[in-house]
């Protein structure tokens, strides 16, 4: 039997919630708040349990001053690095962290982190106060955030993991994952969930080791040895990630993924890739021989904007490739987009690449 439908909102509460937008001055998105409001209410409706109640509150409250937190860097790239809290300072892994995390910065790149110790202080040290950014999480035993975050004042404290995850996977454009455990293990496989399932926009994702190291390669492995021959994910899932045990070759590859993709945007069945640099026309033809199988009808096209972009103002500036992809197919976007980073269109005039990105879509 299907469960009970949620009562209506009653038209004297939208009536009510729209008055006070407007009592108050709200004009943007004055819909969304309404909903948020209204949603609200119909929580006391529908009487909903005390516990329910409080989480609700919490994650909305706790939603709200992050994303207060993260709003003055909005223009800025940023790089969220998970890690164990119980790797030490004299640890390879450590440096490792910390010099990934100053090789982005150095290219204009905020870090981001849980905030706390280990790993997480690492990666706020090579980036420094005013490039961190932290997420920390409120537990019994544990743990307030490191000197780095507090020093910069940068950092939002939350109750629960599942806010403090989409904040940290939600606000970065790019993912470095060094060995940890349980926590560090869930945060790589929900990105890897994320994106194979196309719930998220395609990012660089970075599991970096220290030199000679295993734990990655001894993961891999297991995929390759297990998951792949049982058909519980397809053979190149894990291809969209880079294993590696270079820290200069981590940076790279965060950077250079925005090199020349800038961002998508999908307008009914059609998906459209916005770019750097116009791509010649045989570079779209040796596009659509590659990836073919990729799409459901069609070619991938080069044009300018579709009208629904141009009717929003969307990034018209920008040069485009469109196509109408398979719809189990968008798990395969990150390999397209490589691509497209390397035609050689995407090099800048003097023979050398572009380097990071300055503005995320």
Request: hydrophobic residues 45%.
């Amino acid at each position: 039997m299907a469960p009970p439908a949620a009562a209506p909102v009653p038209p004297e509460l939208t009536a009510a919630a729209d008055a006070l937008i407007a009592e108050v001055g709200i004009t943007a998105d004055a819909d969304l708040i309404r909903r948020i409001l209204t949603t609200g209410v119909g929580l006391g409706i529908d009487h909903a349990d005390r516990l329910d109640l409080k989480i609700t509150s919490a994650a909305l409250t706790e939603m709200r001053a992050a994303f207060d937190l993260f709003a003055p860097y909005r223009e800025v790239p940023k790089v969220t690095v998970f890690g164990s809290a119980r790797t030490k300072p004299d640890s390879m892994l450590y440096r490792q962290a910390s010099g990934v995390a100053r090789a982005l910065a150095h290219r204009g790149w905020m870090v981001v982190t849980g905030a706390g110790p280990g790993i997480m202080q690492a990666a706020a040290e090579g980036a420094g106060p005013r490039r961190s950014l932290g997420v920390s999480i409120r537990l019994p035993f544990e743990e307030k955030p490191n000197p780095v975050i507090a020093a910069g004042a940068n950092n939002v404290a939350m109750k629960y993991f599942f806010t403090r995850k989409l904040m940290l996977v939600k606000e970065s454009q790019g993912f470095v994952c060094v060995p940890g455990g349980f926590g560090t293990l869930d945060e790589m496989f929900e990105l890897l969930t994320l994106q194979q399932t196309g719930k998220a926009e395609p990012a660089p994702i970075v599991l970096l080791d220290e030199p000679g190291g295993t734990f990655w390669t001894g993961l891999r492995g297991y995929v390759d040895d297990h998951l792949v021959p049982a058909g519980v994910i397809s053979p190149g899932d894990f291809d969209r990630v880079r294993v590696t045990d270079s820290v200069e070759a981590a940076a790279e590859e965060i950077a250079g993924f925005w090199r020349n993709y800038d961002s998508l945007r999908w307008v009914g069945a059609r998906l459209v890739l916005r770019v750097r640099r116009t791509p010649t026309p045989a570079e779209v033809d040796d596009l659509n021989t590659r990836f073919g199988t990729l799409l459901a009808v069609g070619r991938i096209e080069s044009r300018g904007p579709l009208q629904p972009e141009r009717e929003d103002g969307d990034r018209l500036e920008l040069p485009r490739l469109v196509l109408q992809p398979d719809q189990f197919q968008v798990g395969e976007l990150h390999r397209l987009i490589r691509a497209i980073n390397a035609l050689d269109s995407a090099a800048d005039p003097d023979g050398e690449r572009g380097a990071g990105r300055e503005r995320i879509g």
